[in-house]
């Protein structure tokens, strides 16, 4: 097959001349359809992807492209999909993705779109647009199908990877405009860099099994020394009656954990949750009324449960991620403020709803008179569902005597999850 021939049947190739060429492909519902009338036909309905020019062809969205995430090939729908929404914010995309996800369930098509972390996404769109001519995460186009096959089962280790093998034509880059030479050579100077991640972990193995052997060893000694105090107190109590009856210290209580959800049509995040729950008095988190404390990462309520401890007042941890948490922390998490998306529940110990809501209770705040998202509803009763009033710029916190009942009812469904957990005065519940 002649070099042409290979750049026009690549979809990849395809999509990037398009964009250079200003004549952007158009979603089709077959592979025969080639009228504009599918301009704007949904991704969760359109079957195939129509380039009109230089040569008319259509290719499938479920066609693996030479693209890999995760030594995985991306099928050309996510691929165009990341095109589209290559100007919207992360948790737009997140969100967006997981909308047209919902629409192909609907639809009965039984696929999905691929979320592409930031630096695929990136890098993506940067080679797209004719801004490099490389790309670590692109597959070398190969005229033989075996190789090209394999290349798209692994990530490609040479130095010219993906675009490398390709040139824009015209040296046409965004809107038209034409790359300067001495910036092309610049641009394939670059390093490609990685997040923390890919920095933190290496590819040599390190035994550290002398540490685990030290580490017996001094908490040998360690125990050795506990045990032979405790003979010499229960000596002194021996010998002293009266240190018998001292009372014993009240042990310490842990914090429990509120997380909320960092989503950005969540009605209640860091900047107004303190105000909800402390107040009970509900504003918008972007209003001036919110105060500064958009900025915290972290947040503390102090309020009493009466059946759990009635003399002395819990002191609740509010955070919207759990980036920083250890292992025995999620035994004190006690209730998950949620907009009904599933991405928020990808860092938790339960990243399935129905995991996470049979150990920790859901909180679903919306606006009164709108109904309940349909994926919240099918969480169960492991998540309760409340309302406010909208905001009413006019009468502002006038009126809102009914946030009051919202967070009570709110407080009350903590306090009885909590109780049937385990909670009480002195402590908290076993790690879960």
């Not at 479920?62 to 290559?86: E, G, H």
């Not at 993506?124 to 670590?136: D, F, V």
Request: hydrophobic share 35%.
């Amino acid at each position: 097959m002649a070099s042409a021939d290979l750049l026009l049947s690549d979809p990849l190739n395809r999509l990037r001349d398009s964009i250079a060429t200003n004549s952007p492909p158009i979603p089709t519902s077959s592979a025969e359809s080639t009228s504009a009338t599918d301009a704007n036909l949904s991704l969760a309905v359109a079957t195939h992807l129509f380039f009109p020019s230089p040569t008319p062809q259509s290719f499938s969205l479920d066609t693996p492209t030479r693209f890999a995430s995760s030594s995985k090939p991306v099928d050309l729908r996510s691929i165009y999909f990341a095109w589209l929404k290559k100007d919207v914010a992360i948790p737009d995309y997140i969100a967006s993705a997981q909308r047209l996800s919902e629409e192909f369930s609907a639809a009965g098509m039984g696929g999905k779109v691929q979320n592409l972390v930031f630096v695929e996404r990136l890098d993506l769109i940067t080679w797209l647009e004719g801004a490099s001519e490389e790309s670590e995460y692109i597959q070398p186009l190969v005229a033989d199908p075996s190789v090209a096959q394999a290349g798209g089962q692994a990530l490609a280790t040479s130095g010219v990877a993906g675009g490398g093998a390709l040139a824009v034509a015209g040296g046409v880059g965004r809107g038209g405009k034409t790359v300067n030479p001495r910036l092309a050579v610049i641009y394939s100077g670059e390093r490609k860099m990685g997040d923390r991640n890919c920095i933190l972990r290496g590819i040599k193995p390190t035994d550290f099994s002398h540490v685990r052997k030290t580490a017996e060893t001094l908490l040998g000694r360690s125990r050795n020394k506990q045990g032979q105090n405790a003979s010499s107190a229960a000596n002194s109590l021996g010998a002293n009656p009266s240190l018998v009856s001292l009372p014993k210290k009240r042990g310490s209580r842990p914090d429990p954990i509120i997380l909320l959800s960092p989503s950005a049509s969540s009605l209640l995040r860091m900047s107004n949750i303190k105000s909800f729950l402390e107040s009970g008095i509900y504003v918008p988190p972007d209003s001036a009324l919110a105060g500064s404390s958009n900025t915290a990462s972290i947040l503390h309520i102090s309020r009493v449960l009466p059946s759990i401890d009635a003399s002395r007042p819990l002191r609740f941890i509010l955070v919207d991620t759990p980036e920083q948490f250890k292992p025995d922390y999620w035994s004190r998490v006690v209730g998950v403020f949620t907009t009904g998306q599933t991405w928020q529940f990808k860092s938790y110990k339960w990243q399935s709803p129905s995991d996470l809501f049979r150990n920790v209770l859901g909180i679903y705040v919306g606006w009164r008179g709108e109904d309940v998202p349909s994926s919240v509803k099918g969480w169960g009763r492991g998540v309760m569902s409340t309302a406010v009033e909208k905001w009413n710029n006019h009468s502002g916190v006038q009126g809102r005597w009914r946030d009051r009942e919202v967070v009570e009812g709110i407080w009350g469904n903590i306090e009885e999850s909590m109780k049937g957990r385990g909670w009480g005065k002195d402590g908290g519940p076993a790690m879960r």
